[in-house]
């Protein structure tokens, strides 16, 4: 029958996209190891180790990506239809084999690994003596609850929750341990002392994210959910909301300052002075 | 079910008809020339199958919800189950009783009695969904809604979903009773096992989510 | 003889006369199948046309449009943009396309059956997937809007109705109506799919004969048929705590607008996230499984190769489809569940890349040793292997629950799923066009104008998605409107600006296409001979376009697999599934 003849701008097109191909490669691969867009320095020694975990997924996934796309590249350059012969074959068994086996060993061996700073946030939970600061969401803004000198939160109550009065998050003025309680709009933590969150939502699922603590968690309503973390550098860190949360979600915002003990201190007065 | 379902591979894997084996009539002119078969009457099992497989995780879901609902909020109270419904549950076991004898009498050429049962099994049924109303009735009396409770919302979604699915079975005894098979692709008796089969398969559905409402309350 | 008793899918050979039988309520898989085609066609459009709104705000937050009151778009007009955008794409497109439309039209031929099982249920499952379309779109035009809860419907927002925001009062519900509405569609398609595969495959059609697409049907048809029932009984509850009192979503004690709700208590909004990802990641799945198979069989037929691995690709399509109902708590390691099963999901969603990666291997080793024609389907077939590459690869860090810490909801994630799923599986259905598009209407599309759109696409969707991903290293949140609430946000504005440039010209290029179609419909180069691609599957056995009933009433008898390209000692460099053994010429 008919023998194909072969396609005439085959080569350009060819080239062309393997190219390409080799060109996104390089272009991507340079921006990353570039850092021109790139995560801010962290800030927490679990942090460190998440970057670690990064570092490594993006050796590997990297050497892939590199190798599969320039494998493309070169294959579909190589064997362009030039009228040249195919070379038969359906498969081979001991290659499947043996790139099931690799990557398998490889992505689980990667997942496993992983799991090292994930038990580390999650697993273990907040040694005594953290600092433990309340973290209530709300359409579109964030209140932090400090327990005050008595070290005690006081009850809260969701019929007394009001915005327009001073209290965002529905504190019972009846229960003694709640007159010294401080909420405010920001949040100030020491440094080098571990925190304990305690978060939760008043109306819908918000979630606390700060990039520097590489920590990011859902606050759900019903629910209070447990983290922890300890900063070691001081400064002023941007506090985002990471779930969809409404028409507001873009601007609902707020700060992480993480100051010395002392200056952490005298905030807290500050706050308790104005709290009266 | 079991069986039919190794069987059903088995069949998958022969191919249609003929299998790995060089057909019979082929080759001669170009290699293609059989009559087009009909539809295999095992299509509809299959279909059927496929069906209750889909209904299956329609309740599993209901049913984990319904589960996982429980354990998560410390507001559930339990819902009284009416006695109306204990009632019921005989009525529908006693359908899947009657429809096994329908089938066995159409089995036999006796289409007269057939008929019979088959309407005795038509009346059965609706007369389950109309205690189930009943049951409904009582409840609300009683002062328990929908939204009173999780678990009188879960009593009212579940006999409600379990009974629009036996609806759809009585609307099938219906067409296989009325409709003209003479003019169809399967035979009476064909369209009355697979009605049968999604009967029984309701009457089961039935008698677990009853076993879940009672011990899972 | 073939009488209406016997008839396959159809009572007789002739189509019905009258134009409504024949093109609207018509119960031929192949108008059905231009059908869910055309339905694809318009919501494709339709919902590039929304992100091209979104992006045309995210760039230049403060310009005036003349499409919107007063000019400026509002928060809450960009979420609603972002909801239907993502629902009309996810399933209008994604789910429709490669499964319906192409599973419709190509899987009874490529099995040698005359029709669909159940030819009255396929016309009910289209007629039913176009009035879940329809009342979708509604929540346009309802007081509020569309909801703007995106596609995901996180309860509570998207279950306490209008006081949670503009859009969450009709349109939500709208929009919960028109999805379990999809459902009970899906659920008849996968049925029929599964059936006709099973019980209607011709002689000698056995399991190891049939096409890689047939294949992927197979398993994306079961995934559906397995997934959809949940998420309509999950559509189900939502409904219930919005229109009727209950609480199986929302939790007590919410004060949302300054107003305290007090009759719901006790529900859990994780289980909603439950329910829905336990479909939704199968989901994903339906919409790329096609994908691959199409592009299996596109790679071998123009380098004129076996599939490389048959079975190994059979495997992993199953190994793909299976494991997809493990994974799906890997979109909520940040959501409050228990940490541990975060961990066993994590490992599940490392082991899924493994068929994934298989799948890559087997077409570099299918193009391998071939002689590649590089025609419009086949370069999109390739950029489709690259993008899976790009794509998928980004899982990798999403499967980690540590780097999900930071990557979660995201703009890493966009891009992650905008290539994979999104990207990807349009290019199978731009591959799969170009190479069926004779079959289905006796003409080919233009192959210059292609490639024009080809080129600009291929090169576009990399400019745009992938500095998505430096968005989502750099910690930018997704789904926001604008990005001027932080410092680190605003920095990254010009990054969005050349996003929404690439959009735009990527955007633009869909118009070539749109072009190509219509023109080559009236106008292409007519496709004479049958079989213009020297393909070997059975559609390529009968005319362009296939006759009413496919086969004329004969059924097709089928002697070998489906991909022998260049088999040594034959004359031919492929040999049709139907031809027997002694018609084939010996070199």
């Known amino acids: 029958m008919l023998s194909r003849p072969a396609e005439s701008g085959s080569t350009s097109t060819a080239l062309a996209l393997s190219v390409f191909l080799v060109l996104m490669t390089a272009v991507t691969v340079y921006i990353l190891m570039a850092k021109i867009w790139w995560f801010p320095p962290a800030i927490t020694a679990v942090g460190h180790e998440i970057d670690g975990q990064f570092a490594l997924t993006f050796l590997i996934t990297g050497v892939i990506f590199v190798l599969a796309q320039i494998a493309l590249a070169y294959t579909l350059f190589r064997f362009r239809d030039r009228g040249q012969k195919v070379t038969y074959f359906e498969g081979n068994n001991t290659m499947e084999v043996v790139w099931t086996l690799v990557t398998l060993v490889l992505f689980v061996g990667l997942g496993l690994y992983a799991q090292n700073a994930w038990a580390q946030v999650h697993f273990m939970g907040a040694a005594p003596g953290a600092l433990p600061i309340e973290v209530t969401a709300e359409q579109f803004a964030w209140n932090f609850r400090y327990a005050g000198p008595d070290g005690k939160f006081g009850r809260e109550s969701s019929d007394l929750v009001s915005a327009s009065t001073g209290n965002p998050v529905g504190l019972d003025p009846n229960d003694p341990a709640s007159k010294d309680d401080v909420v405010v709009p920001v949040m100030a933590v020491p440094v080098n002392r571990q925190v304990e969150l305690i978060i939760r939502s008043e109306d819908v699922t918000h979630s606390f994210f700060v990039r520097e603590l590489r920590l990011k968690q859902d606050a759900v309503p019903g629910m209070d959910i447990h983290m922890h973390f300890t900063a070691t550098v001081p400064g002023v860190y941007e506090i985002a909301c990471a779930e969809l949360c409404g028409l507001g979600h873009y601007r609902m915002h707020s700060t992480l300052t993480v100051m010395s003990q002392a200056d952490f201190n005298e905030w807290m007065k500050q706050q308790e002075a104005a709290n009266q | 079910m079991a069986g039919s379902i190794t069987e059903a591979v088995e069949i998958i894997d022969a191919g249609r008809g003929g299998g790995t084996g060089t057909p019979a009539g082929g080759g001669d002119d170009g290699g293609s020339s059989s009559p087009l078969p009909p539809i295999p009457r095992r299509a509809y099992f299959t279909a059927l199958q496929l069906g209750l497989a889909a209904i299956v995780m329609f309740f599993m879901a209901l049913a984990s919800s319904y589960i996982v609902r429980k354990g998560l909020g410390n507001d559930w109270q339990h819902t009284p189950m009416p006695a109306v419904v204990w009632f019921n549950t005989l009525i529908l076991l006693a359908s899947s009783g009657t429809i096994i004898l329908a089938r066995k009498k159409l089995e036999d050429g006796d289409r007269e009695a057939f008929r019979s049962w088959w309407w005795v099994t038509c009346g059965l049924g609706m007369l389950f969904l109309a205690g189930q109303i009943i049951a409904w009735r009582q409840l609300s009396a009683a002062g328990i809604l929908l939204s009173t409770n999780p678990s009188s919302s879960f009593f009212y979604l579940l006999t409600a979903a379990h009974g629009a699915h036996l609806a759809g079975g009585i609307f099938a005894l219906f067409y296989v009773l009325f409709r003209p098979w003479k003019r169809s692709r399967i035979s009476q008796a064909t369209a009355a096992e697979l009605a049968s089969i999604y009967w029984h398969f309701m009457d089961g559905l039935w008698v677990f989510l009853l076993v879940l409402l009672t011990l899972g309350r | 003889m073939v009488t209406e008793e016997n008839g396959g899918g159809h009572g007789n050979h002739r189509p019905p006369s009258g134009f409504i039988r024949k093109y609207v309520f018509s119960t031929d898989h192949k108008v059905i199948g231009i059908q869910y085609l055309s339905l694809a066609l318009f919501s494709v459009f339709l919902g590039m046309g929304l992100s091209f709104l979104m992006r045309l705000h995210l760039a230049w937050p403060a310009a005036k449009w003349p499409f919107f009151r007063g000019g400026l778009m509002t928060p809450e007009q960009y979420l609603a943009l972002m909801t239907m955008h993502g629902t009309i794409m996810v399933f209008m497109v994604l789910t429709t396309a490669p499964q319906s439309g192409f599973g419709n039209y190509f899987l009874p031929i490529q099995i040698g059956a005359s029709d669909m099982a159940f030819p009255v249920l396929n016309m009910l499952s289209f007629w039913t997937t176009m009035v879940s379309l329809l ?354 946000l605003r920095a990254l504005q010009p990054l969005h600006v050349f996003i929404t440039i690439a959009a735009f010209i990527t955007i633009a290029a869909q118009f070539i296409f749109l072009f190509n179609v219509f023109w080559s419909l009236f106008r292409g180069k007519e496709a004479k001979e049958m079989n213009p691609w020297h393909a070997t599957t059975l559609e390529w056995t009968i005319p362009s376009p296939p006759p009413f009933d496919n086969f004329g009433g004969v059924a097709p008898v089928i002697y070998r697999g489906p991909y022998e390209f260049s088999v040594p000692g034959v004359a031919d460099d492929y040999i049709l599934q139907t031809l027997a053994p002694d018609l084939v010429r010996k070199a």
């Not at chain 3, 999805?179 to 569609?185: D, E, N, P, R």
């Not at chain 3, 990802?277 to 499984?289: N, Q, T």
């Not at chain 3, 490639?451 to 968005?471: D, Q, S």
Request: hydrophobic letters at 55%; aromatic letters at 16%.
């Open chain 3, 135 to 488: 009342v979708m779109l509604a929540a346009f035009f309802v007081p509020g809007g569309a909801p703007i809860s995106g596609w995901t419907a996180y309860p509570p927002l998207s279950a306490l109705g209008e006081i949670s925001g503009p859009g969450q009062g009709t349109g939500q519900t709208l929009w919960i109506i028109g999805l379990a509405i999809f459902s009970v569609a899906s659920l008849m398609g996968a049925l029929n799919f599964i059936t006709t595969l099973i019980d209607l495959r011709t002689k000698g059609m056995t399991l190891g004969h049939l096409p890689m697409t047939c294949w992927t049907w197979f398993v994306t048809a079961i995934l559906g048929l397995l997934a959809f029932g949940v998420l309509l009984a999950a559509c189900i509850l939502l409904l219930l705590d919005r229109v009727a009192g209950t609480s199986f979503f929302i939790p007590g004690g919410i004060v949302i607008s300054g107003q305290v709700i007090a009759w719901h208590k006790g529900g859990s909004p994780l289980l909603w996230q439950h329910l829905f990802w336990f479909f939704g990641h199968p989901e994903v799945y339906i919409a790329i499984l096609p994908g691959m198979g199409m592009v299996s069989h596109l790679l071998s037929t123009f380098s004129r190769k076996p599939v490389f691995g048959y079975r190994a690709m059979v495997g992993a399509t199953c190994a793909i489809g299976f494991l997809g109902f493990c994974v799906w708590g890997h979109h909520m390691f940040v959501s409050g569940m228990s940490p541990y099963s975060a961990f066993a999901f994590s490992m599940l969603t490392m082991t899924i890349g493994v068929p994934s990666a298989v799948k890559t291997f087997n077409w570099l080793g299918t193009i391998w040793g071939g002689k590649i024609t590089f025609n419009c389907s086949m370069l999109f077939a390739l950029g489709f292997v690259s993008l899976f590459v790009s794509g998928g690869l980004s899982g990798l860090f999403l499967a980690q629950p540590s780097l999900d810490l930071y990557l979660h909801d995201g703009y890493f994630v966009v891009a992650h799923f905008h290539i994979i799923m999104g990207v990807a599986a349009i290019f199978a259905v731009f591959a799969g066009l170009y190479f069926w598009f004779p079959k289905m209407f006796g003409r080919f599309l233009h192959e210059g104008v292609g490639k024009v759109h080809f080129w600009i696409t291929f090169v576009g969707v990399y400019a745009t998605f992938m500095p998505m991903h430096f968005l989502g290293l750099a910690g930018n949140p997704r789904r926001y409107s604008q990005m001027t609430a932080g410092p680190f």
